[in-house]
């Protein structure tokens, strides 16, 4: 399992798209939909920077989470359960990812990255 994108929760979706694409010299791995835009880096030395459009954050979400892409998903979700995460929301229909809370309660993903 590897660190695949630091994910940033934001209210104005526009301004820091552009804003960590042009200070870090990344690109879009995919054009821009729905308020989410993963950014990569071209010479596929760091990790993906995702913005993420969330007008209103939740209390108990972080503005800022990992994305941690697992060639098998399943067994990775129950080792850090078993570590002391805690499941906090299933996939849904369509989605690649499970989302969990660390022990201190902080989120994070963990995406199902086959073939990635």
């Known amino acids: 399992?590897?660190?695949g994108s630091i994910v940033i929760d934001c209210r104005n979706f526009e301004q820091m798209m552009n804003f960590w694409q042009h200070a870090l010299?990344?690109?879009?791995l995919y054009p821009a939909a729905g308020g989410w835009v993963i950014l990569t880096d071209p010479a596929g030395r760091g990790p993906n920077v995702s913005i993420n459009h969330?007008?209103?954050v939740e209390n108990h979400r972080n503005r800022l989470?990992?994305?941690l892409y697992a060639?098998?998903?399943k067994a990775e979700v129950n080792r850090l359960v078993a570590l002391g995460a805690k499941l906090h929301r299933s996939p849904e229909p369509g989605e690649d990812f499970t989302v969990l809370e660390d022990p201190g309660g902080n989120l994070f993903c963990v995406v199902d990255a086959k073939g990635r």
């Not at 010299?25 to 879009?28: K, L």
């Open 65 to 67: 989470h990992l994305d």
């Open 54 to 56: 969330a007008p209103e």
């Open 1 to 3: 399992m590897r660190i």
């Open 25 to 28: 010299h990344y690109v879009p």
């Open 71 to 73: 060639g098998d998903q």
